[in-house]
C-alpha cells in the first residue's frame, strides 16, 4: 500500500518531463516548417484570356459535313411529365427528330468520343448519353421530387441552341435508394427484380447518381443551364477549355435581349458573356479551379428560379 503511494508522484513526474519534452519538439517542428513554407515559391498567378474557337475543333466540324447546322428536336419520353415513379432506378428514354443532317448519338468505340445527349438531374453536372436506342438509366435516384434537363452535344460537348433542342420535365420518385426492392415503371410493371438474379441484363448506360432533389424551378421562368466545363482536363484538352450553357425563356444582350451571362473563375473578377455562344478561355494553370455561371436581369441582379440560375462547379486541370 504504502509502496504504491510512492509510486503514483513519481509516475506523474515523468508524465510532466515527458509532456514538456513533447511540447518542446512540436514547437521545434513548428519553426522547422515555417522556414520551409517561407522558401516554397509562390503558385503561379492564372491569367485567362478570351481565345477564338479552337483549330482542331474548326477541323473535326469541317469534317463533320452539315451537321453542325442540324436543327435537333429532343423530347423527354420517359419519365413523363410529373410522373411518380416507384423506386431509386429512373429510366431515361427520348426522342430525337427535326431537321438532323446527319446528327446523331453514339460513341465510337476506338475514340470512345461522339456526340451525345447531355442529361442533368436536378442542377447536378450532366451525364452523357450515346446510344438512344436503348434506355439510359439514372441510379440511386433519392426520393422526392426531382427535374430532368436534356439537350443534344457535340463530341467536344459544345450544345445544340436551337429552339426544340433542349427539355426540362419535373417527376417524382416514392421509395427511391432501396435497393432490396424490385424497380418497376411507373405504371407498376416490374422492370427489374433486384432480389433475384435471373439472366443477367444487357448492359445498359447509366449512371449512379448523386443525392439531390429539385430546386424550386419554374421551366417558363429565365433559366440558365450550366454545361461545360466539368470534371478533368489533361494535356492539350485543359488549354482552351470552353464555357458553354443552354438558356431557356431569356434573350441575352448581344442578342437583342435584357439578360447577361456573368462568369467567375476562382477569386478573379467577374466577367460577362453576352451572346448566346460558347467561349474558350486559355492560360490555366495544373490543379483544382472553380467555374460559377450566373444569368442576370437587366438590373444586373441574378435572376431567382429554384437556385439553378447561379451553378458553380470544380474542375481539375492535369497539365
Ligand atoms: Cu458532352
Known amino acids: 500500500m504504502s509502496r504504491n503511494r510512492k509510486l503514483i508522484p513519481v509516475s506523474l513526474g515523468l508524465a510532466i518531463v515527458a509532456l514538456v519534452l513533447a511540447s518542446c519538439s512540436a514547437g521545434n517542428s513548428d519553426n522547422t516548417s515555417t522556414t520551409a513554407t517561407s522558401t516554397v515559391t509562390p503558385p503561379i498567378k492564372q491569367t485567362l484570356t478570351l481565345v477564338p474557337r479552337p483549330q482542331k475543333i474548326l477541323d473535326l466540324m469541317t469534317g463533320r459535313g452539315e451537321q453542325d447546322q442540324a436543327k435537333p ?25 427535326g431537321d438532323l443532317k446527319g446528327y446523331m448519338p453514339h460513341k465510337d468505340p476506338a475514340t470512345g468520343k461522339g456526340n451525345h ?6 442542377n447536378q453536372p ?7 436506342g436503348q434506355p439510359f438509366e439514372l441510379r440511386n435516384v433519392t426520393a422526392g421530387k426531382h427535374t430532368l ?3 443534344p452535344s457535340r463530341p467536344w ?5 436551337n429552339d426544340g433542342a433542349f427539355q426540362m420535365v419535373a417527376f417524382t420518385v416514392k421509395g427511391g435508394g432501396d435497393a432490396s426492392k424490385p424497380t418497376t415503371t411507373n405504371s407498376g410493371q416490374t422492370v427489374a427484380n433486384n432480389n433475384s ?8 448506360e447509366g449512371k449512379d447518381v448523386s443525392a439531390s432533389t429539385a430546386g424550386d424551378v419554374d421551366a417558363s421562368k429565365p433559366l440558365l443551364t450550366y454545361s461545360r466545363p466539368k470534371g478533368e482536363y489533361k494535356a492539350e484538352d485543359a488549354d482552351p477549355i470552353m464555357i458553354d450553357f443552354w438558356v431557356s425563356g431569356a434573350k441575352l444582350k448581344g442578342d437583342g435581349g435584357d439578360f447577361r451571362v456573368r462568369y467567375i473563375v476562382d477569386d478573379d473578377d467577374a466577367k460577362f458573356i ?3 455562344e460558347p467561349i474558350w478561355l486559355s492560360g490555366w494553370t495544373s490543379g483544382k479551379h472553380t467555374v460559377r455561371l450566373e444569368l442576370l436581369d437587366k438590373d444586373a441582379k441574378p435572376v431567382e428560379n429554384g437556385g439553378y440560375n447561379t451553378t458553380s462547379r470544380e474542375i481539375t486541370v492535369v497539365k
Open 126 to 132: 450532366y451525364e452523357a448519353y450515346y446510344e438512344l
Open 73 to 97: 428536336d429532343l423530347k423527354i419520353v420517359s419519365p413523363a411529365k410529373d410522373a411518380v415513379i416507384n423506386g431509386s432506378t429512373v429510366e431515361v428514354k427520348l426522342n430525337l427528330s
Open 157 to 161: 460537348h459544345e450544345s445544340f441552341k
Open 149 to 151: 434537363r436534356v439537350f
Open 274 to 276: 453576352d451572346k448566346w
Open 117 to 122: 445527349i447531355h442529361v442533368i438531374l436536378d
Open 197 to 204: 438474379s435471373p439472366a443477367p441484363p444487357a448492359p445498359r
